[in-house]
């Protein structure tokens, strides 16, 4: 496809390039899907799908970003820190947990709020960063996407959000669940507004996340093989005392049940929301 | 601008009455047993003590009908009002009956059905938060748990009637939220309304789900913290050692609540209304400092 060499010139750039994602352990690694060892170039080359098995290894926000726009981007909101509302401690105080979060991903939380072109077309994205405690939302995660929403009804621009968490951030409390209503409110003004939301449901989305802006879009997209479900698998196996069937919660299990719009490969995802987009919007001028 | 200053200057003054009232201020844990205590009046008892010529309305049109959640319409001190409550069970088979409070897909879209028809005839909306969360079971992922709150949540959101809700025992998470999107929301003074349940929070942090009543602290989940935290609009006192101590003061207390919210409400127009609903929760949880750069 074109749209590969169209991304190459893009992997240097965007505001936070520099965190790319290669591992330096070994030329080689095995597949989670097939036990198969690959080459851990090939896996760069193919969106860090495996070319044997095409099982989608989960990637990081920056790399998500760079996989859908044209090529720099620009950031908005980066600089809101969590102020621990409850004073939250557990096996060490929520704050400091945040300290090495922070430290560890460059992120000041568990998003990246940004804008740009993807294939021509301006429109705001939102990722979540699995690695940062669980991708999971509190208030500046919330307050971050809610932003963006209301800059998209504002600029009139597509918003897209694509989610990798587990969902609410426990250690904000109720303040955490509360953002699930905020953001969800902000999409019904995106939605008055007749304005396009896809969202792109990737490996994990659960809990409070589908329970809210995950589920919302015009388009609900999966990437292949990603959990999503609302409740934690082994909540519901202690609930029901019996075993989970085989692909439960996988996207292909909601595309079946009806919660999909759609499952899309990794190396087509950029060229089907263009086209989404081109229908929603009508063609870029 | 004015009934609402009036709205925060009351939910204060009660909030320091309830404080004032429990020099002992009782353990969050000591709450949560209260919240979940086997003899805590549940949905249909304050309906039954608020709504005169309730007609329970049943199903979603769809798949089933949910007895996790009743929804109906009445008569609130003379004016038509919608209630929608989630519903616990008693003894065994009701409990059984009700799932334990814990809802399915059918019973938030049933929930939203007959919040629609509200709208549509524009009567107000009371919503009853009580349950441990939503049902986690296969039928329920399978019929879209995750889908039907989030629709709600978005829905309720530019629902064009004034809406009231109330958390009465247990708000357990996104199951509570599901209904919890409103005009003014209140708590029992002891309720809980919490993002996960202790059990679950000390599961994760201390593997060990004893330990809930460290979580219990931890989580910030009593009506005196949410209202702390700007996430509620004030606390219903509960009489003597809890609202099963006194069940029809406690429906009075929360009928006083409720009559003075709705008559707020009912001043506004339907924009003014939608309007402030969206700023209420746009402004919950601001707990970040910004720099710039
Ligand atoms: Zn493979």
């Known amino acids: 496809m074109a749209w590969f060499t169209r991304q190459k010139p893009a992997r240097e750039q965007g505001s936070a390039g520099e965190q790319h994602q290669v591992r330096t352990e070994g030329l080689w690694l095995k597949c989670d899907g097939c036990r198969q060892v690959i080459w851990r170039k090939a896996l760069i080359e193919s969106l860090q799908v495996c070319p044997k098995c095409d099982y989608h290894f989960r990637i990081d926000a920056v790399n998500r970003l760079k996989l859908l726009f044209d090529g720099p981007w620009e950031t908005f909101d980066a600089g809101l820190y969590s102020t621990n509302p409850l004073g939250f401690v557990d096996s060490k105080p929520y704050s400091e947990r945040l300290a090495g979060m922070r430290k560890a991903t460059g992120l000041s939380d568990a998003v990246i709020s940004a804008g740009g072109t993807l294939a021509g077309r301006p429109v705001y994205i939102c990722v979540l960063e699995l690695k940062f405690i669980g991708g999971s939302v509190g208030a500046v995660v919330g307050e971050v996407v809610t932003r963006a929403i209301e800059r998209a009804v504002a600029q009139r621009r597509p918003m897209i959000i694509a989610s990798a968490s587990g969902g609410m951030r426990m250690q904000e409390g109720a303040v955490s669940l509360m953002q699930m209503a905020k953001i969800s409110a902000a999409l019904m003004r995106l939605d008055e507004a007749r304005l396009p939301y896809i969202s792109l449901l990737t490996d994990p989305t659960t809990g409070g996340t589908t329970g809210s802006f995950a589920m919302l879009g015009d388009l609900n997209i999966g990437e292949p093989g990603a959990q999503i479900g609302f409740a934690g698998p082994r909540v519901i196996e202690q609930t029901i005392r019996q075993k989970l069937p085989e692909g439960f919660q996988r996207a292909e299990f909601l595309l079946t049940h009806g919660f999909l719009d759609a499952i899309v490969r990794r190396p087509e995802m950029k060229s089907y929301i263009a086209a989404a987009l081109d229908f929603f919007c009508g063609p870029l001028q | ?293």
């Open chain 2, 1 to 293: 601008m004015d009934s609402e200053q009036t709205t925060d200057r009351i939910a204060a003054l009660e909030a320091e009455l309830a404080a004032a009232r429990q020099v002992q201020a009782a353990h969050p844990w000591q709450r949560v047993q209260l919240a979940r205590h086997p003899k805590r009046p549940h949905s249909l008892d304050y309906i039954q003590r608020t709504i005169s010529g309730f007609q329970e309305l049943h199903g979603d049109r769809g798949i089933a009908d949910d007895p996790a959640i009743v929804a109906g319409m009445g008569f609130f001190e003379g004016n038509p009002i919608v209630v929608v409550g989630q519903q616990k069970g008693r003894d065994t088979k009701q409990k059984l009956f009700r799932n334990f409070g814990m809802p399915k897909p059918e019973g938030y879209r049933k929930a939203l059905r007959i919040m629609l028809m509200a709208e549509k005839f524009g009567r107000p909306v009371l919503t009853l938060l009580d349950t441990p969360g939503a049902y986690p079971g296969i039928d329920a992922e399978e019929r879209g748990q995750a889908e039907a709150i989030a629709v709600n949540l978005r829905e309720m959101s530019r629902l064009k009637t004034p809406m009231v809700v109330v958390c009465i025992g247990e708000g357990g998470s996104g199951g509570a939220l599901a209904l919890g999107v409103g005009d003014r929301v209140f708590m029992m003074e002891n309720a809980v309304y919490s993002v996960i349940s202790p059990e679950s929070c000390a599961a994760i942090i201390w593997r060990d789900s004893s330990k809930g009543e460290l979580a219990a602290s931890a989580l910030k989940l009593t009506a005196q913290d949410l209202l702390r935290l700007g996430l509620i609009d004030g606390i219903i006192p509960e009489p003597g050692e809890g609202a099963h101590t006194d069940v029809d003061q406690a429906a009075e207390n929360l009928k006083r609540t409720l009559r003075a919210a709705l008559a707020e409400l009912m001043a506004l127009s339907v924009e003014a209304l939608v309007e402030a609903r969206y700023q209420k929760f746009r402004k919950m949880g601001n707990f970040f400092t910004e720099v710039a750069g």
